[in-house]
């Protein structure tokens, strides 16, 4: 195991050179507003949400530009939200439990079915392809839910169960978190007798690797993946502290920390292996800082212009390096923001 530490002293001083770009809108969560959540950014610099009161999902486009009465996702009700690719095909749950759905842009929406339980079925990720994977029920009646891949225009479904313990201990979990273009998965499951873990699944070998687990973690969270099949996440040690991990086929997994944090989290990672990543100060109340990596050095601290300190989180990060998140004003208001670095 390899251990990359981050100086917190780079943090603390202006990056040299140019300063990247911040563009901010609303989201809501001020008096009289309901909340918006954002669930993705796409290569073009679309974001992709959904309304907190109704699960309604909308695109903000370059230019402010917004898209509304797209479909009704279940987000509302506690779901995952919609998901969007760089051709703005959009998919996701269908509100009312309807069950999955993809939407290519401008066109109605067209429901999928591969699971028993589609109510129970959860769209979390696709690719550029169109490749759309989830969560999946494998049998509802045992408490089984695995993962799922599935490329609905041409017919193509995949579903992925896991290993179980004997009756009447059967029953496990699986949560997607990302699918790169290779159609690799990665997330996290569990059983009886498996505390949270992280899993890998290749397509092309149909294999599922259920032990990908940072070495000595009580749990493993990855959470992105890269077309370099290069892993973020993050993975809690035995004292119940929170620690950021990179993983690639070669080097295998290694600690990322940044001196000084008390907690730390990578959210993802671009083709250009570019990781995104959030850590936790240890002031009170503590604050959340937003950051960019390159080669286990710190490339940008994102941070909103007339923010409220330790209020930037970032959300995720596309292949031109723009991250999308949301920040406080100094009022308190929430508000969305896309960072574009410099040039």
Same mark, same amino acid.
């Given at each position: 195991?390899?251990?990359?530490?981050?100086?917190?002293?780079?943090?603390?001083?202006?990056?040299?050179?140019?300063?990247?770009?911040?563009?901010?809108?609303?989201?809501?969560?001020?008096?009289?507003?309901?909340?918006?959540?954002?669930?993705?950014?796409?290569?073009?610099?679309?974001?992709?949400?959904?309304?907190?009161?109704?699960?309604?999902?909308?695109?903000?486009?370059?230019?402010?530009? #917004?898209?509304?009465?797209?479909?009704?996702?279940?987000?509302?009700?506690?779901?995952?939200?919609?998901?969007?690719?760089?051709?703005?095909?959009?998919?996701?749950?269908?509100?009312?439990?309807?069950?999955?759905?993809?939407?290519?842009?401008?066109?109605?929406?067209?429901?999928?079915?591969?699971?028993?339980?589609?109510?129970?079925?959860?769209?979390?990720?696709?690719?550029? %392809?169109?490749?759309?994977?989830?969560?999946?029920?494998?049998?509802?009646?045992?408490?089984?839910?695995? %993962?799922?891949?599935?490329?609905?225009?041409?017919?193509?479904?995949?579903?992925?169960?896991?290993?179980?313990?004997?009756?009447? *201990?059967?029953?496990?979990?699986?949560?997607?978190?990302?699918?790169?273009?290779? =159609?690799?998965?990665?997330?996290?499951?569990?059983?009886?007798?498996?505390?949270?873990?992280?899993?890998?699944?290749?397509?092309?070998? =149909?294999?599922? =690797?259920?032990?990908?687990?940072?070495?000595?973690?009580?749990?493993?969270?990855? %959470?992105?993946? *890269?077309?370099?099949?290069?892993?973020?996440? #993050? #993975?809690?040690?035995? *004292?119940?502290?929170?620690?950021?991990?990179?993983?690639?086929?070669?080097?295998?997994?290694?600690?990322?920390?940044?001196?000084?944090?008390?907690?730390?989290?990578? %959210?993802?990672?671009? =083709?250009?292996?570019?990781?995104?990543?959030?850590?936790?100060?240890?002031?009170?109340?503590?604050?959340?800082?937003?950051?960019?990596?390159?080669?286990?050095?710190?490339?940008?601290?994102?941070?909103?212009?007339?923010?409220?300190?330790?209020?930037?989180?970032?959300?995720?990060?596309?292949?031109?390096?723009?991250?999308?998140?949301?920040?406080?004003?100094?009022?308190?208001?929430?508000?969305?923001?896309?960072?574009?670095?410099?040039?």
């Amino acid at each position: 195991m390899k251990t990359l530490t981050l100086l917190l002293t780079l943090l603390l001083v202006p990056f040299a050179g140019a300063q990247g770009k911040y563009q901010t809108f609303g989201v809501g969560r001020s008096p009289g507003q309901a909340a918006l959540f954002i669930t993705g950014i796409n290569d073009s610099g679309q974001v992709v949400g959904y309304r907190g009161s109704n699960g309604e999902a909308f695109v903000i486009s370059p230019g402010d530009v #917004w898209t509304n009465n797209i479909v009704k996702t279940d987000g509302g009700d506690g779901g995952p939200g919609p998901v969007m690719n760089n051709a703005a095909t959009i998919a996701g749950d269908e509100a009312s439990g309807r069950g999955p759905f993809y939407k290519l842009w401008g066109q109605p929406v067209q429901p999928f079915s591969l699971c028993t339980g589609d109510d129970r079925t959860a769209v979390t990720a696709i690719n550029t %392809a169109g490749v759309i994977a989830g969560n999946c029920p494998i049998n509802i009646h045992r408490n089984q839910t695995g %993962a799922f891949l599935a490329n609905p225009p041409k017919g193509v479904f995949l579903t992925i169960p896991f290993p179980h313990d004997e009756l009447p *201990n059967d029953s496990y979990s699986a949560n997607v978190s990302a699918v790169n273009n290779l =159609n690799q998965i990665v997330g996290t499951w569990y059983n009886y007798s498996t505390p949270w873990s992280g899993f890998f699944y290749d397509s092309a070998s =149909n294999k599922l =690797n259920t032990t990908f687990n940072m070495p000595g973690a009580v749990h493993t969270y990855p %959470a992105a993946i *890269n077309d370099n099949q290069e892993v973020v996440g #993050w #993975w809690i040690d035995q *004292n119940s502290v929170t620690h950021g991990f990179y993983w690639n086929p070669t080097a295998g997994f290694s600690d990322v920390d940044i001196a000084g944090d008390t907690e730390m989290a990578l %959210a993802g990672i671009n =083709n250009s292996s570019v990781i995104l990543g959030g850590w936790q100060d240890a002031n009170t109340p503590p604050g959340w800082h937003t950051v960019t990596i390159v080669n286990g050095q710190p490339t940008a601290s994102v941070h909103v212009p007339h923010s409220q300190a330790g209020s930037t989180y970032g959300e995720e990060i596309n292949n031109a390096g723009q991250v999308v998140g949301y920040y406080f004003t100094t009022e308190g208001v929430e508000r969305g923001f896309i960072y574009t670095p410099p040039q």
